[in-house]
């Protein structure tokens, strides 16, 4: 059974930073592309950053690039997000989340995903 469980959200001021991390079992990183999406009230699901199971190679969406960095552990079952020069439009729920293909998972096809962690940024 595929687990995935974030944690590291919180309440940080506009142009601090957080860490996010996922934790997963019943799969490796191997066998699927893993990454974030965000939700915000009222507001899309966004595929914000991934990982590719092909070739490692990673996606940024342009709300997050240059800010944002998505790394993994080695044994590849801890995911994480660190977030740097946050912004109130950054606050949503993050979620950790597993697809068949990064195309999959930036079109917001996502197999599995966890309870989420709230991030939220203050003015």
């Known amino acids: 059974e595929v687990q995935l469980v974030e944690s590291g959200g919180g309440l940080v001021q506009a142009g601090g930073s957080l860490r996010l991390s996922c934790a997963a079992s019943?799969?490796?990183?191997?066998?699927?592309?893993i990454g974030w999406f965000r939700q915000a009230p009222g507001k899309e699901r966004e595929a914000i950053s991934c990982?590719?199971?092909?070739?490692?190679?990673?996606y940024y969406a342009d709300s997050v690039k240059g800010r944002f960095t998505i790394s993994s552990d080695n044994a590849k079952i801890t995911l994480y997000l660190q977030m740097n020069s946050l912004k109130p439009e950054d606050t949503a729920g993050y979620y950790c989340?597993?697809?068949?293909?990064?195309?999959?998972?930036?079109?917001?096809?996502?197999?599995?995903w966890g309870q989420g962690t709230q991030v939220t940024v203050s003015s």
């Open positions: 019943g799969f490796t990183f191997d066998d699927y592309a």
């Open positions: 989340a597993a697809a068949d293909s990064d195309y999959a998972f930036k079109h917001g096809a996502f197999g599995s």
């Open positions: 990982i590719s199971s092909s070739d490692g190679s990673t």
